[in-house]
């Protein structure tokens, strides 16, 4: 696990985190006197070692209070960048928010614009992108006409790093280039090294590992104008990170080991533990588990000694998944699990999902399958929680559009109320002065209003649209347009007689309903190499063949991540494997086409005919998707690319329901469940280019 927690990302995150800090630097000051020239050493201080320079913004605190309100504000600002380096981010939060309010209340465009983009790094650090590209592309609008370059280029190279986070490459690149045209021009090396280094890494993310390398080379000569190791460094851990990408391995170790002596020479704790961390995944990727424990338990004890939980918990990772692959299985366990205890505490679900995912690979190899089964269940919890936020706050969103849209129709009918009032008022007084006119008024009285009938009308017709629409997204999956899990469970609660029809009949009865749960093989592998778009277009091209295989009287729901659920109404029972042998090679058979590169995958099956009946008694349908669930996992465990049926139950079995509901394979050992198994056509993820 690399440091802040995404295997074969983190390179990409911890070079972030440094980055803008190596934004917020500039020149040292010639006379530490002055106020402003000091927070300018401050920055370069913060950016090598974040604990001396708290140290230095504690010594200047007195003299800034005294300052004028857009320089203190800059002050609070960088409190703010130096507490979420070394890990605070509760305290970092307020003081960007109280720098943010300072800088607003000043007027002053450049502190406004500084403010931003330290509660920008903040917030990113805490993973709530969203509102982090905002600040930045906000503040990026403000540094636009600023005549201070640091601040346009930083605001323009943050800028690029968050469009590349959406997705949106072109314009990132557009961004880069720019920002790296304009610290060419300005002939200061250290914007050069920063621009061409951000450059580098998203160049890298693109994969066009060439242009990384030889924009690198160009970086490592304008870094030879700079005295500064810790510069070197951060090039270094992009250099890692781009050898490593691009299958370059030796050069990546020594790339690393080379940050790590300059990061020694820069005196930079943090980037010390950093560093270690790194090497301790580089060396798990190797299998080389002896060098991968040394690693992960220095990097333990450094990030102990300057309090870094971040690192320390990383490391904790780290150094139970050497302990798993040495055999040493209880030890691995507890130095996972608290590890895991700090993403937990601190709010870090997505990458504590990550966390579960690798040490489910982890038990799996040691062969410790019932953990792995487990691991894997609390990492798919986890995922379901994650989709149904991002799912509430979509429609939390769509809501607000709505209400929003509403408030605009109902202001524009009291204008027009309003109008209708003043009409008839004028109405009235030439009723009084021509009395000749009157009937003529009244006619044109009757014309508005039927005019102001027929928008009435209009307006409730769009407004009923507009309901219609909402309901019909409500009951979508926006990115398959499948059915999503609440349209589902309002179905069958709205159709409890499927759960009873044939209870208590003969198990051999010719037709059945049946439920199938799929899930993509290895669909992190995809997001973390190609991106989440290429995810997202893996699960548009599987709900594509999965209303290309089964019929059109099937129910297919995205029922959460990348986990899929088909409910089928009337099949033959004797038909359910063969149902299951057409989605096994019916999905791997389909090329999705992201980008140049051509991808396709397997899925793992549990499936059941419905309603299940043990012992004459009709089973729930949420309990029959709990049982299909445990036959994923059971797949899941087994190999992948398979799928496992529930066919019945044993007439005299001992076993308990809820017996068999904990442990399906150890039921159907016993005999008390029936399952079928059915092999996919073997096949790894494929990727082409």
């Given at each position: 696990m ?11 995150r ?7 800090l ?37 010594e ?12 203190y504000?800059?002050f609070l ?7 979420y ?5 509760d305290r ?11 800088a607003?209340?000043?007027g002053d ?56 986070e959406?997705?949106?490459f072109?314009?990132?690149?557009s ?7 304009l ?16 450059l ?5 993310q ?12 160009e ?5 030879e104008?700079?005295?500064s ?7 270094k851990?992009?250099?890692?990170g781009?050898?490593i ?33 790194n ?5 798990l ?7 991968a424990?040394?690693?992960?338990q ?7 000694r ?6 320390m918990?990383?490391a904790?990772?780290?150094?139970g ?15 996972i ?21 690798e040490?489910?690979?982890?038990l ?18 986890l995922?379901?929680?994650l989709?149904?936020k991002?799912?509430q706050?979509a ?11 509403k ?17 008839e008022?004028?109405?009235r ?12 008024v009244?006619?044109l009285s ?9 928008k ?19 009951a ?36 059945v ?10 669909f ?6 190609y ?7 893996v ?6 063949a999965?209303?290309?295989?089964l ?13 899929f ?9 004797s038909?359910l494997?063969d149902?299951?042998?057409?989605l096994l ?8 086409d ?8 397997n899925?793992s ?7 299940l009946?043990p012992g ?35 007439g ?16 159907w ?7 079928s198994?059915v ?11």
């Amino acid at each position: 696990m690399l440091a802040g927690l995404k295997r074969g990302s983190h390179h990409r995150r911890s070079i972030k985190l440094l980055f803008a800090l190596l934004c917020a630097s500039g020149t040292v000051a010639a006379d530490p006197g002055l106020l402003p020239q000091r927070l300018t050493e401050v920055q370069e201080t913060i950016r090598i070692n974040p604990q001396r320079g708290l140290t230095m913004l504690h010594e200047l605190a007195p003299k800034e209070k005294g300052a004028p309100a857009a320089e203190y504000a800059e002050f609070l600002s960088l409190s703010c960048i130096a507490h979420y380096r070394v890990g605070d981010n509760d305290r970092a939060m307020p003081l960007c928010e109280q720098a943010l309010a300072l800088a607003r209340q000043s007027g002053d465009q450049r502190a406004i614009a500084k403010a931003l983009l330290a509660k920008a790094y903040a917030l990113f650090a805490i993973n709530e992108m969203g509102q982090s590209h905002q600040l930045v592309w906000e503040a990026e609008k403000l540094a636009a006409s600023s005549p201070d370059l640091d601040l346009r280029l930083r605001a323009t190279i943050s800028s690029g790093e968050s469009y590349a986070e959406d997705g949106n490459f072109p314009t990132a690149l557009s961004k880069m280039q720019a920002a790296a045209t304009l610290a060419r021009q300005s002939g200061n090396p250290l914007y050069t090294v920063m621009a061409l280094n951000s450059l580098a890494y998203l160049y890298n993310q693109m994969r066009e590992h060439a242009k990384a390398f030889e924009t690198l080379d160009e970086a490592y000569r304008a870094a030879e104008q700079l005295d500064s190791p810790g510069r070197l460094a951060i090039l270094k851990t992009t250099d890692y990170g781009v050898a490593i990408d691009s299958g370059h391995v030796q050069r990546g170790l020594n790339a690393l080991q080379a940050a790590l002596e300059l990061s020694r020479r820069a005196n930079a704790d943090s980037m010390i533990a950093t560093t270690y961390v790194n090497l301790s995944d580089f060396y798990l990727k190797q299998r080389d588990y002896k060098n991968a424990l040394a690693s992960a338990q220095q990097a333990l004890e450094q990030s102990r000694r300057i309090k870094n939980e971040p690192t320390m918990a990383t490391a904790r990772v780290n150094i139970g998944q050497a302990y798993l692959a040495m055999g040493r299985l209880a030890e691995g366990k507890m130095s996972i699990e608290e590890g895991m205890a700090w993403y937990e505490k601190s709010g870090h679900m997505p990458d504590l999902q990550i966390v579960l995912t690798e040490y489910g690979d982890a038990l799996e190899r040691a062969g410790d399958l019932a953990g792995a089964v487990q691991a894997y269940h609390r990492e798919r919890t986890l995922s379901n929680e994650l989709f149904e936020k991002r799912r509430q706050k979509a429609m939390v969103e769509l809501q607000e559009k709505y209400e929003a849209d509403k408030r605009q129709r109902q202001i524009e009918l009291l204008r027009q109320e309003n109008q209708v009032k003043s009409t008839e008022i004028d109405n009235r007084r030439l009723q009084q002065r021509v009395w000749w006119l009157l009937a003529l008024v009244f006619a044109l009285s009757a014309v508005i209003v039927y005019f102001l009938y027929r928008k009435v009308r209009q307006a409730n017709a769009q407004l009923e649209e507009k309901n219609l629409e909402l309901k019909q997204q409500s009951a979508r999956d926006p990115l398959t347009a499948l059915y999503n899990r609440r349209h589902f469970q309002e179905f069958m609660r709205g159709h409890q007689e499927i759960a009873q029809r044939g209870a208590g009949k003969d198990a051999n009865e010719e037709m059945v309903s049946a439920l199938y749960l799929l899930d993509v093989d290895h669909f992190k592998h995809i997001n973390d190499t190609y991106g989440h778009g290429a995810g997202d277009a893996v699960l548009r091209e599987i709900s594509d063949a999965l209303r290309e295989i089964l019929r059109e009287t099937d129910m297919i729901v995205r029922w959460g991540g990348e986990e899929f659920l088909a409910f089928l109404p009337s099949v033959p029972r004797s038909s359910l494997d063969d149902v299951a042998r057409r989605l096994l090679s019916g999905i791997p058979a389909r090329s999705i086409d992201y980008q140049g590169t051509k991808l396709s995958v397997n899925v793992s099956i549990g499936f059941a005919p419905f309603p299940l009946a043990p012992g004459g008694k009709s089973m729930s349908w949420e309990r029959a998707v709990n049982l299909v669930d445990m036959a994923l996992y059971l797949a899941k465990g087994h190999g992948r690319n398979r799928a496992y049926g529930v066919q019945g139950f044993a007439g005299d079995t001992r076993m308990s329901m809820e017996e068999i509901e904990q442990d399906i394979e150890a039921a159907w050992r016993a005999g008390s469940v029936e399952l079928s198994v059915v092999q996919g056509n073997w096949q790894e993820l494929r990727a082409v280019s």
